[in-house]
Structures are given as C-alpha cells and as structure tokens.
C-alpha cells in the first residue's frame, strides 16, 4: 500500500498523502516516511487532501518528518492537513519555536484554560447533586412516608450523640484558654472583670459554634464521604438505581437531616460548656464567686448574642452534609479516590464554614447585631 504519491503542481515537487494513517499501518507509515526523507530533491509541499485518517501515532512520525526536512534547508509547504487529521502539527511547531519566556506563558495558560474548565464541570456537577437533593429532601417534607426516619436516628446518634464528649471537652478547654489570656491582659488595666464578657460573647456569637461545625466537619463530613464513597466503590449506589431507589432519598436526605437537628444540640451543649468552664477560671483566678459571675453574664449578654449563635448552627450543618455526601457521590471505585475525596470533603467543609461564618458575621454587624 503506497500512502505517499509523487506529484507535480505547475512545475513545483510535491507529494499526496493517501489511505489510513493508522498505528495498524504503522510499518508502511515509516516506510513511505523513509522514503519522503530520502528524497532527492526534497518535496516542496505536502498535501493529505486525500487521506482518509490519521491517528496520533501517524501524526507524530510525520510531525518528525517534516521537521527533520525543514532543519535540513527544506521549504516544506503543508496543504489540506487540518486539525482533525493532524491536530499536534498545530500545536508542536509553534510550541518549539517559541522562546522560554514564550512556552512559559503557553504552559500558565494552558495550566489556567483547565482550571477554568474543572471549575466549569465542578459547578454543573455541584449544581446537579444540589438539585437532586433539594427535590428529594422535598419530597420528603411533603410526603413523610419518604423520610427514613430509622436512618434519621441512626446517623443522629453517631454525628451528634457520639460527638458530645468531644465536643464537650474543647469547648471547655477553648473557654479556658480564652479566659486566662484575656484575665492576663485585662488585669493590666484593672478591668479583670471585663474577662466574663470576653469569654461569654466570643463562646455565645462565634467560638461555640464556630468549633462545634468544624469538629463535626472532621467527625462526620469525612465519615459521610467515606462511607457513600465505599458504596460507590462496591457499585451499591448503582444497585440502588437499579432496584427504582432514589439514592439522593436514601443516602443524602437522612444525614443532612441529622446534622441539621444535631449540630444546633451540640452547639448549645458548647456554650453551656464554654460558660461553665470560663466560670471555673473566674471562680480561681479572678477571686469571683458563682453569683458574681452569673449576674455578670446576665448583665453582659442579651438574648440575640445566643441567637446570633444559633442561628449559624443548621446553615453549617447543610453545608457540611452536602460537601460530605457530594464527594462521596463523586467516588469513581477506587481505594485512592475516596481517600482523595474523603480529604476533600474535610478540607472544603472548613473552609466553607469559616467562609459562611464571615458572612454572618458582616450581615449581623450591618443590622446591628
């Protein structure tokens, strides 16, 4: 099979590029190249008008060619090879006639052009899991009898009944911490009294809540990655779809559901703690009894100053279960992708809290709150 034809056009050498450039046909490829190099006086034009196909195999050994030409004094018109039969011979030239600089600067934008294009799919992607799962956790308001409610109580216990110990414990120690340093720079002024309403408002507004979502984001968000991750890895998911269940009613609505009953629980259980422990420096460090203390946050701290807290608790709770179980559903079977993913969820579900806690804070600030 000749895929390479000698011609003539108004007097100029040239040659046609013909038949299935194939890696099938890659002997017969390097043989009609061979002969293309080889030739005295070089062509003066390629022309693949008539080519049928040209694979990514072909298209390199002939980007070689015309180079190995062209460095050797040759002036070597290309005809017809656009970029569906020869889409690197757009590319490489150009990219090797460039300076350092020059292929600096193509390599930053092409690094940009798929960050913008993985930004794209993750949006359409997010978009989709979040339609999905408001439709079935609509579904389930409307039609209690599609709400799982054993598996409600299920993922309660171990996101919020499980975590109380923990939970329980930083917060103290936080209120703690708070409570010494701010006694120490306080008493320098003479105003250690003032070290009740540090601690009772930053654990009431921002602390208690702050540290209880980005525990449970720890805790739970990974555990909700993992384990529809692992579901996902053993094809469950898709049996689910098989059966006619909807995975988003069984697998999303149930967790999100628990952290939005439990993390307001697990909130207030963190200000409760974070009040007793900053009561219990005060009491032995500041000579301050229990009573002084009480009338003091009672005097100090308004009932919004709770609220503002919260309010904050089931808006984290909904971000981290739809982070968590989003990248679960992101699983593609692999031991190493849930890991990823799992990673993935903890991180985003931080930063996306402290990114909504910000929020909060700018909008009660400019309603004076």
Request: glycine share 8%; hydrophobic share 50%; aromatic share 8%.
């Amino acid at each position: 099979m000749d895929l390479i034809i000698s011609t003539q056009d108004d007097g100029i050498s040239g040659c046609l590029l013909n038949g299935r450039w194939t890696i099938e046909n890659s002997i017969a490829v390097e043989e009609a190249l061979s002969r293309l190099s080889s030739q005295t006086p070089a062509p003066e034009f390629l022309d693949g008008q008539d080519l049928e196909i040209m694979d990514i195999t072909s298209a390199w050994l002939l980007y070689k060619t015309i180079k190995n030409i062209r460095q050797n004094g040759g002036s070597l018109e290309i005809r017809h090879l656009d970029t569906d039969h020869f889409r690197i011979f757009d590319e490489l030239p150009e990219y090797h006639g460039k300076t350092e600089q020059e292929k600096n600067l193509i390599d930053h934008l092409a690094f940009l052009g798929h960050q913008v294009v993985d930004l794209r799919h993750e949006a359409v992607n997010g978009l989709d899991f979040l339609g999905r799962s408001l439709v079935a956790l609509a579904r389930g308001l409307i039609h209690p009898h599609h709400l799982r409610l054993r598996s409600v109580a299920h993922h309660l216990y171990t996101t919020g009944v499980q975590a109380m110990p923990i939970v329980a414990l930083i917060a103290l120690l936080i209120s703690i911490v708070l409570a010494y340093q701010g006694a120490t720079q306080l008493q320098r002024f003479g105003a250690s009294i003032y070290t009740i309403d540090l601690v009772a408002i930053s654990v009431l507004r921002e602390m208690g809540v702050l540290l209880t979502a980005i525990i449970v984001a720890g805790r739970s968000g990974s555990a909700f990655a993992a384990e529809i991750g692992f579901m996902k890895s053993n094809e469950e998911v898709d049996a689910l779809y098989t059966m006619g269940f909807d995975p988003y009613e069984i697998l999303v609505v149930p967790r999100i559901l628990a952290l939005v009953i439990g993390l307001p629980v697990l909130t207030l259980l963190a200000d409760l703690t974070g009040l007793a422990g900053a009561a219990l420096l005060s009491i032995t460090t500041l000579d301050v009894s229990l009573a002084q203390y009480l009338d003091r946050v009672k005097e100090t701290v308004e009932l919004h100053t709770f609220w503002v807290g919260i309010i904050k608790a089931p808006v984290f709770a909904i971000i981290i279960a739809l982070i968590g179980t989003y990248r679960g559903m992101q699983a593609t079977g692999s031991a190493e992708s849930v890991g990823r993913l799992t990673t993935q969820a903890v991180v985003q579900s931080i930063f996306m809290v402290i990114a909504a806690d910000a929020v909060f804070s700018i909008v009660f600030s400019k309603l004076g709150y």
